[in-house]
């Protein structure tokens, strides 16, 4: 990884944050809520700037990672004015429940307009290559046990020609516990040919190797790129749910990645160029609005699950009672945070 690729991996993160914050200031300016803070970071002020006309004070800190809103009377332990008609708990609920859910809907949007413009520009697709090249063989299968290994090309099979993997699975899906010989190319010479018995899998043949794939980039129609930008982070946002209950099932912190782990990803896709940074930063963006939704304590969707308490009994949480759980579960995050941090610095 280069310098550039990672100060690109801080930059883009930090940007993600930003906008899910931007997201709170923006719904909160809308209800007319006083906005004392918006900070790019943590530690100490470099610089700041505050109009003579407006609360709040925007400033970056000499730690430019994440951002956050400091809206007057959202925190719980603050004394609350009732006169006063530009604090959190005095505005509807309806406009509560849009400013803390914009931050979230802030990073969707954001991942949306991603995936329409990289549909438009060229939507990347994993193709396998013609002709065939041997990506993977699985341990113990016939490919395996017979010496084919991985960037072989596979130039016949049973007599026939194969220029691509749907020529490879044509010609010995038939051909399951009946011997068969294929011709092999290794780095430009071709070797004596290897007779293999496919064994049966799913009622066809197979010899346990995969394709190569290339990564090419195909424009979509406007419809298409507009569908996938409204499908696209949906289906993200179902896989990510899916591998979140495993986590839970399983107690486990395994598949978790904490700022370095998702800088070092996001360098090494930086590094690869500026299709796959985008799309990395699209899987961000819909996993930082998810995870902000999760019904947790400390996390939007947790201040979400109170205000829908609100809604239904009619009445409003105990103050000290919330601040308490928001506090915990605030606690238990930075506690987890540290973890998965520890463990990626270590890894």
Same mark, same amino acid.
């Not at 004070?57 to 430019?64: D, H, K, L, M, T």
């Not at 598949?255 to 940074?277: D, N, S």
């Not at 930082?288 to 947790?296: E, Q, R, S, T, V």
């Given at each position: 990884?280069?310098?550039?690729?990672?100060?690109?991996?801080?930059?883009?993160?930090?940007?993600?944050?930003?906008?899910?914050?931007?997201?709170?200031?923006?719904?909160?300016?809308?209800?007319?809520?006083?906005?004392?803070?918006?900070? &790019?970071?943590?530690?100490?002020?470099?610089?700041?700037?505050?109009?003579?006309?407006?609360?709040?004070?925007?400033?970056?800190? *000499?730690?430019?990672?994440?951002?956050?809103?400091?809206?007057?009377?959202?925190?719980?332990?603050?004394?609350?004015?009732?006169?006063?008609?530009? +604090?959190?708990?005095?505005?509807?609920?309806?406009?509560?429940?849009?400013?803390?859910?914009?931050? !979230?809907? *802030?990073?969707?949007?954001?991942?949306?307009?991603?995936?329409?413009?990289?549909?438009?520009?060229?939507? !990347?697709? /994993?193709?396998?290559?013609? !002709?065939?090249?041997?990506?993977?063989?699985?341990?113990?299968?016939?490919?395996?046990?017979?010496?084919?290994?991985?960037?072989?090309?596979?130039?016949?099979?049973?007599?026939?020609?194969?220029?691509?993997?749907?020529?490879?699975?044509? &010609?010995?899906?038939?051909?399951?516990?009946?011997?068969?010989?294929?011709?092999?190319?290794?780095?430009?010479?071709?070797?004596?040919?290897?007779?293999?018995?496919?064994?049966?899998? /799913?009622?066809?043949?197979?010899?346990?190797?995969?394709?190569?794939?290339?990564?090419?980039?195909?424009?979509?129609?406007?419809?298409?790129?507009?569908?996938?930008?409204? +499908?696209?982070?949906?289906? &993200?946002?179902? *896989?990510?749910?899916?591998?979140?209950?495993?986590?839970?099932?399983?107690?486990?912190?395994?598949?978790?990645?904490? !700022?370095?782990?998702?800088?070092?990803?996001? *360098?090494?896709?930086?590094?690869?160029?500026?299709?796959?940074?985008?799309?990395?930063?699209?899987?961000?963006?819909?996993?930082?609005?998810?995870?902000?939704?999760?019904?947790?304590?400390?996390? /939007?969707?947790?201040?979400?699950?109170?205000?829908?308490?609100?809604?239904?009994?009619?009445?409003?949480?105990?103050?000290?009672?919330?601040?308490?759980?928001?506090?915990?579960?605030? +606690?238990?995050?930075?506690?987890?945070?540290? +973890?998965?941090?520890?463990?990626?610095?270590?890894?």
């Amino acid at each position: 990884m280069s310098p550039v690729d990672i100060l690109l991996a801080i930059l883009g993160i930090s940007v993600l944050v930003i906008i899910h914050e931007g997201g709170h200031y923006f719904a909160a300016r809308l209800f007319g809520m006083r906005v004392l803070r918006f900070s &790019i970071g943590f530690g100490p002020k470099l610089f700041h700037y505050q109009s003579k006309t407006s609360h709040t004070v925007f400033q970056v800190c *000499a730690i430019p990672f994440l951002a956050y809103v400091q809206i007057a009377g959202m925190n719980p332990h603050e004394d609350v004015d009732p006169q006063d008609p530009e +604090l959190f708990p005095n505005k509807s609920w309806l406009a509560r429940a849009t400013t803390i859910f914009a931050g !979230p809907f *802030a990073n969707y949007l954001t991942a949306s307009i991603l995936v329409f413009g990289l549909a438009l520009h060229g939507w !990347p697709e /994993d193709r396998p290559t013609s !002709p065939m090249v041997v990506q993977q063989v699985n341990e113990g299968s016939p490919a395996a046990k017979a010496g084919i290994r991985s960037g072989d090309l596979i130039l016949e099979a049973n007599g026939q020609k194969v220029k691509s993997v749907d020529d490879l699975i044509r &010609i010995t899906a038939p051909r399951a516990g009946k011997p068969t010989e294929y011709r092999i190319e290794r780095q430009g010479r071709a070797l004596e040919p290897i007779t293999l018995t496919p064994m049966r899998h /799913d009622s066809r043949g197979v010899i346990g190797v995969s394709a190569k794939l290339e990564r090419r980039y195909k424009p979509l129609p406007l419809g298409e790129a507009a569908s996938a930008a409204v +499908l696209f982070p949906y289906r &993200i946002t179902s *896989a990510q749910l899916v591998g979140l209950a495993d986590l839970v099932k399983r107690r486990s912190t395994e598949g978790l990645t904490g !700022p370095v782990g998702m800088g070092k990803i996001v *360098a090494e896709q930086a590094g690869k160029g500026p299709a796959e940074y985008i799309a990395i930063l699209v899987l961000l963006s819909v996993a930082l609005g998810m995870f902000n939704l999760l019904p947790f304590p400390a996390l /939007d969707g947790g201040r979400l699950t109170f205000l829908a308490y609100e809604l239904i009994t009619r009445r409003r949480p105990n103050e000290r009672f919330e601040a308490v759980v928001h506090t915990v579960g605030l +606690l238990f995050l930075i506690g987890v945070l540290v +973890l998965v941090t520890f463990r990626d610095v270590m890894g």
